[in-house]
């Protein structure tokens, strides 16, 4: 049996080698291990499900479900379930389409702001910005373009578009905002969302984003902090462990995104799943369950969210995280204050929704639009064909 997903690469070495021998020793089911970075799993499961030749079991992101689903190219969950007789109120999420399960989230991750205290250091500042104005003022002053150092980066490839999942609305949900309501775009008029995008055009026209932002996607956002060229960044905290070995000498910390100015209320915080699903094409259906189950049982579940430095998918699950790093304790504390949202997560063509949204971005950062609200009209009107679907 073959799973396919990106997990390996950002987990300790060994360990998802080990979890799955483990299963085999239980079961007598092998499973063929095929690993690649998040964006290369991405494309070959796309032409996967495009040929008919998906994997057994496949890494699922919650955005990329709705696609799958309707292509035919995932199994239905649900039915697996019933058939197994498994008790799915212990499942933290279930991405569904037309009321029936597609993907479960096997970890959650939540998306904080990391910090390279080094470099706010070397710039005499020691407090963290907790809002608008004051990320703005402290952008300003650790941004030193002659030793290619800058103060944010948001990566806006057409290729990956999840930047704006992750690195950009995030800002707008941290501080109580919504794209949607009642399940539909609210993009016009949405005065949090208007404000969120001119604050990001000002780090733009003020060059205080690291250059190259228009190809650049997550992985390359990560290399950048971890070379010491960022000063803040929103990304998972899946990819603690990298930028512990890549940067081990570095001064990292983790914190709450800025809130606007004036915003007393609780925080939303991005969150993000590894998700899993079953190809439609397996032959091997019940073996792919029965390592999902396993997956998801408590014990296990929990000892792949401590090395994967996330949440459990199981609520029963009781990880220790007496051990973890400090930065990891810091950003659980930021995550229990937050609440989890994802707007993306089970949308139709959510993949598609973000590049509509990336590409008329940078026409606006480009000056092509005179304003975020004529930009956002556009993006509404676009968004509402698909969801007219």
């Known amino acids: 049996m073959e799973f396919q997903q990106w997990w390996?690469?950002?987990?300790?070495?060994?360990?998802?080698r080990e979890i799955c021998d483990e299963f085999t020793a239980k079961t007598g089911i092998n499973v063929e291990l095929i690993s690649n970075p998040y964006a290369d799993t991405k494309v070959q499961i796309a032409a996967g499900a495009a040929t008919g030749m998906m994997p057994d079991v496949v890494g699922l992101d919650g955005s990329w479900v709705y696609d799958f689903?309707?292509?035919?190219?995932?199994?239905?969950?649900?039915?697996?379930?019933?058939?197994?007789?498994?008790?799915?109120?212990?499942l933290s999420l279930q991405v569904q389409v037309e009321g029936n399960t597609y993907m479960i989230a096997v970890v959650n991750f939540a998306y904080p702001m990391y910090v390279n205290k080094d470099i706010l250091k070397n710039a005499g500042i020691v407090e963290f910005p907790t809002t608008w104005s004051e990320f703005k003022s402290v952008a300003q002053k650790v941004t030193d373009p002659t030793s290619n150092i800058y103060a944010y980066a948001l990566p806006l490839s057409s290729a990956l578009p999840n930047g704006i999942q992750n690195q950009f609305m995030s800002w707008l949900w941290a501080s109580g905002g919504k794209m949607l309501e009642d399940g539909k775009p609210n993009l016009i008029g949405n005065e949090k969302l208007i404000q969120g995008i001119e604050l990001m055009k000002w780090l733009f026209e003020e060059e205080l984003v690291t250059p190259g932002t228009y190809t650049m996607r997550e992985p390359d956002m990560v290399e950048e902090f971890v070379n010491g060229r960022v000063a803040f960044m929103i990304s998972s905290l899946a990819h603690l462990t990298l930028i512990k070995e890549g940067a081990p000498n570095m001064d990292v910390a983790i914190t709450s995104i800025p809130k606007m100015d004036g915003y007393t209320g609780k925080s939303g915080i991005c969150v993000a799943n590894w998700g899993i699903g079953i190809a439609s094409n397996s032959k091997h259906k019940e073996e792919a369950w029965r390592f999902i189950e396993y997956l998801m049982s408590p014990e296990v579940n929990a000892k792949l969210a401590v090395y994967a430095n996330?949440?459990?998918?199981?609520?029963?699950?009781?990880?220790?995280?007496?051990?973890?790093?400090?930065?990891?304790?810091?950003?659980?504390?930021?995550?229990?204050?937050?609440?989890?949202?994802?707007?993306?997560?089970?949308?139709?063509?959510?993949?598609?929704?973000?590049?509509?949204?990336?590409?008329?971005?940078?026409?606006?950062?480009?000056?092509?639009?005179?304003?975020?609200?004529?930009?956002?009209?556009e993006i509404q009107k676009e968004w509402l064909r698909i969801f007219g679907d």
Request: without cysteine; glycine residues 8%.
């Open 8 to 16: 390996e690469p950002e987990l300790p070495e060994g360990v998802l």
């Open 310 to 377: 996330g949440f459990p998918g199981n609520t029963a699950s009781e990880p220790d995280y007496s051990k973890k790093d400090k930065l990891f304790v810091d950003a659980y504390e930021i995550y229990q204050e937050s609440y989890a949202i994802n707007e993306f997560i089970g949308l139709p063509r959510s993949e598609d929704l973000m590049r509509i949204f990336l590409e008329n971005f940078v026409l606006y950062l480009e000056g092509e639009f005179d304003s975020a609200e004529t930009m956002l009209e």
């Open 69 to 90: 689903a309707k292509q035919g190219a995932i199994a239905n969950l649900s039915e697996l379930m019933v058939s197994s007789g498994y008790d799915d109120s212990q």
